[in-house]
């Protein structure tokens, strides 16, 4: 069955795309907790106290060591680094779906490789998904620069259940926000003109 070549191109994206980037990116982010359960933004160690410099300095209770470290370690933190990639990674997938490294992956070398879908989907849900991982990303990259221990691993966390959902059972997080967000007339829908 060919297609009339004077009707309008069909609009939607084929949904298998948006769970292939979501298997990466959960990937990269499972990647990035190890990271953060085995780096500065989890360290605990112990406190030193001693009333003179010649006695010794013995340990009185532990604290976190992600307050106490320098801004620039905190930056340079593995998990912080993999976490920044991330989140401009999303920040790519949110202003320009088509070219983000891993849309254009799928397009070139595995979409020709599958059967054509079956049905498109809506672009503006898996956009806004994006824009989400975006927000929890960049909420544990400004959390670990302000020296709050655990957040930036939280965060990831939180991303990673997300983007594994997506890739492994086609559930979308963001996108059901989305269409949350629409019924109650937020996002999605055109607003009336003044009269």
Not at 3 to 11: K, S, Y
Not at 114 to 136: H, I, M, N, S, Y
Not at 149 to 172: H, K
Request: hydrophobic letters at 55%.
């Amino acid at each position: 069955m060919s297609r009339n070549p004077d009707a309008p191109a069909p609009r939607g994206i084929d949904p298998r795309g948006p769970r292939f980037v979501a298997g990466i990116t959960a990937l990269l982010l499972l990647i990035d907790v190890f990271l953060g359960l085995t780096g500065l933004s989890t360290a605990y160690g112990a406190a030193a106290f001693g009333w003179f410099g010649y006695e010794p300095v013995t340990p009185l209770f532990g604290s976190w060591l992600l307050p106490e470290a320098s801004l620039a370690e905190r930056v340079l933190d593995p998990a912080f680094l993999l976490l920044l990639v991330i989140g401009l990674l999303f920040l790519w997938g949110v202003l320009s779906p088509r070219t983000a490294p891993w849309a254009v992956l799928y397009r070139k070398a595995v979409a020709p490789r599958l059967k054509p879908p079956t049905e498109l989907e809506d672009p503006r849900p898996p956009r806004f998904a994006q824009g989400v991982g975006l927000f929890v990303a960049t909420l544990g990259l400004v959390l670990q620069l302000f020296g709050v221990p655990w957040a930036l691993t939280i965060a990831a966390a939180m991303a990673f259940v997300a983007a594994f959902l997506n890739a492994a059972f086609g559930l979308c997080l963001g996108c059901q926000l989305y269409l949350l967000l629409q019924r109650v007339g937020i996002v999605g829908r055109a607003r009336p003109a003044s009269a």
